[in-house]
Antibody, heavy 117, light 107 residues
Framework: EVQLVESGGGLVQPGGSLKLSCVAS????????MHWVRQASGKGLEWVGR??????????AYAASVKGRFTISRDDSKNMVYLQMNSLKTEDTAVYYC????????WGQGTLVTVSS | DIQMTQSPSSLSASIGDRVTITCRAS??????LAWFQQKPGKAPKSLIY???SLQNGVPSKFSGSGSGTDFTLTISSLQPEDFATYYC?????????FGGGTKVEIK
């Protein structure tokens, strides 16, 4: 059974940093691209970014709204993907989901990030 | 960026109704389209990928069609568990983009 479990969310002040983690199981993690998607309360879904597999040079891509502030990385030995978020803004407040593959076939349960003073 | 426009943004339907949701892309995306269902307080769930391919375990009352710029999601006979918000997403090019969602409510 495919499982994705996010952690690391919490309350952070504007300008601060936070690192989210997602642990994967039930599939060949090293061969899969992994994505992050977020959803502000009462709003729609917004794609944040992705990291490809080693075969694809761990290539990353980001939404314009987070480019230069957020960094996605992975540790295939631990089946983990990370989202490092710097220079956080109030508009980054959202539930952050870890998802698998370009068509997002599996989703974690999400972790809430609140950016507020 | 490719804009995804869903319609309607909400609809009211009765148990047993056939429901159709439309998604339009601002440029051609071949069949690189997915549909998701989201219930309140839950993570989205993948229903369909490649415009018409059903994810494993998704009941056959859900179907998708379309190619290019115009796509539809159809629920053949609405059941209580189908009341939710539905999103389309294109994955033809980056950044990946979602439609604004369609909330399906009970009439």
């Amino acid at each position: 059974e495919v499982q994705l479990v996010e952690s690391g969310g919490g309350l952070v002040q504007p300008g601060g940093s936070l690192k989210l983690s997602c642990v994967a199981s039930g599939f060949t993690f090293s061969g899969s691209a992994m994505h992050w998607v977020r959803q502000a309360s009462g709003k729609g879904l917004e794609w944040v970014g992705r990291i490809r597999s080693k075969t694809n040079s761990y290539a990353t891509a980001y939404a314009a709204s987070v480019k230069g502030r957020f960094t996605i990385s992975r540790d295939d030995s631990k089946n983990m993907v990370y989202l490092q978020m710097n220079s956080l803004k109030t508009e980054d407040t959202a539930v952050y989901y870890c998802t698998r593959a370009v068509h997002q076939d599996y989703w974690g349960q999400g972790t809430l990030v609140t950016v507020s003073s | 960026d490719i804009q995804m426009t869903q319609s309607p943004s909400s609809l009211s339907a009765s148990i047993g109704d056939r429901v159709t949701i439309t998604c339009r892309a601002s440029q051609g995306i071949s069949n690189d389209l997915a549909w998701f269902q989201q219930k309140p307080g839950k993570a989205p769930k993948s229903l369909i990928y490649a415009a018409s391919s059903l994810q494993n375990g998704v009941p056959s009352k859900f179907s998708g069609s379309g190619s290019g710029t115009d796509f539809t999601l159809t629920i053949s006979s609405l059941q209580p568990e189908d009341f939710a918000t539905y999103y389309c997403q294109q994955y033809s090019s980056y950044p990946l983009t979602f439609g604004g969602g369609t909330k399906v409510e009970i009439k």
